[in-house]
Structures are given as C-alpha cells and as structure tokens.
C-alpha cells in the first residue's frame, strides 16, 4: 500500500502570511502514460466534512480561493497558502489515489493549521 | 446540485447490527462510484471502500474488508453501509463521498454531512 506522509503535524502562521504544508508518498504517484500525479489535498473544518481544494497534484477546484496552490511530482507535494485568512484555519489532508483499489486511495496523517 | 445526505446519528451497543445511509440527488445515481470513509475521533480521514450502484460492483480497503457490507439501491438512490456485529472500536464519523467525475474514482468533490455512531461496550 502506498503510505502517505504529511508535515507538519500543526502550524500556526500569522493572518496574511503563507502556510506551508509537505505530503511524501512512499512511492511514485505520477502516472506516465497521461503525466499526471495522483495527488489531491482537502480542507476539514471542525464538524464538516472534508472539501476538495486540489486535484491532480496542482488543478485548483471550482470555486476555491486562489490563494491555495498545489505543486510536486513523483513522491513530494506541496500545499501553499498564501496571505493567510482566519477562514483558513483547519486540517488539511493530502490524499493519493493512484491505482485502482484494493488497496485504494490513503490519506496523510492531517496538518492542522492556526493562527499565530 | 449534487447533494448526498446522509442517515442520522446512532448510539448502539457492541454485538447489535446497524445500516446507515446516504441518499443522493441532483445527478445521475447508477454512473458514479460512492466511497464510505471513516474518521475515528480526533483522528484521520480513512477510506473503507467504495461501490457502483450500476451494478453493486464493490471494493473494499483490506482494513474493512469483511468488517462491513456496502450496498446499494438504485430505486432509490441511495447507499448504505452496514455492520452485522458491532465493536467499541467502530465508534467513528462516517462520510459518504462522490467523485468529482464519473471517469474519476479517487478524489473525491462531494460529501456526505457525516453520520456518527456510537458504540458501548
């Protein structure tokens, strides 16, 4: 199984400055055939569900904020947040979904985000 | 709009069985996998599987594999995932999911509000 590994564990950034999160995968999530890496991140607020912010490693979903950017290929990936809001705090979880299951799409381990 | 709703909270004790649902609308039912993922308290976001409701294909994370049944009625639209013997340590929030795309099964552009169960030993 590809194990999924997220740091920080938590974060705390002052209002308008940039969050930074790493996501490692334990093997290579990009899929040569089409060039793309299988790697999405989503935001979780306290009592709500998950929202997609990434897709595709770096493709910004409809209606997120662009100061949320997604970048890596391979192993390594990176969720930036830059001039951060204190809308923005919440976990964030990469995601990786290469291949078809079992055994499946695994979840990093959460970076929790506050503000300074 | 693609919504997905889901059944409300539980409370049952170890052995019992339990079915929670996830009613979806505002799109085509049979033609997009639903995947249940599970969050235990204060902790991560763990995918248990998923289903195609065309035709009830499953496929289950080897963690929940025999643990859980999902299932699914296209009359209806709506997806269920069910436990025949409950355990303390299946005490979670529960999440129902669609992906953004019908040729895209893995990452996942709507949810569920979350069902919690609750389970006592």
């Known amino acids: 199984d590809i194990v999924v590994t997220q740091s920080p564990d938590s974060l705390a950034v002052s209002l308008g400055e940039r969050a930074t999160i790493t996501c490692r995968s334990s093997q290579s999530v990009l899929y040569t055939s089409n060039n793309k890496n299988y790697l999405a991140w989503y935001q979780q607020k306290p009592g709500q569900p998950p929202r997609l912010l990434i897709y595709?490693?770096?493709t910004r979903e409809s209606g997120v904020p662009d100061r949320f950017s997604g970048s890596g290929s391979g192993t390594d990936f990176t969720l930036t947040i830059n001039s951060l809001q204190a809308e923005d705090v919440a976990t964030y979880y990469c995601?990786?979904?290469?291949?078809?299951?079992?055994?499946?799409?695994?979840f990093g381990g959460g970076t929790k985000v506050e503000i300074k | 709009e693609v919504q997905l709703v889901q059944s409300g909270a539980e409370v049952k004790k170890s052995g019992e069985s339990l079915r929670i649902s996830c009613k979806a609308s505002g799109y085509n039912f049979d033609t997009y996998w639903i995947a249940w993922v599970r969050q235990m308290p204060g902790k991560g976001l763990e995918w248990m599987g998923n289903i195609y409701p065309g035709d009830s294909e499953t496929r289950y994370s080897a963690s929940f594999q025999g643990q859980v049944t999902m299932s699914a009625d296209k009359s209806i639209s709506t997806a269920y995932l069910h436990w025949s013997s409950l355990k303390a340590s299946d005490t979670a929030m529960y999440f129902c999911a669609r992906p953004r795309s019908f040729d895209s099964t893995g990452y996942y552009s709507y949810w569920g509000q979350g069902t919690l169960v609750t389970v006592s030993s």
């Open positions: 595709w490693a770096s």
């Open positions: 995601q990786q979904y290469y291949g078809n299951p079992p055994p499946g799409p695994t």
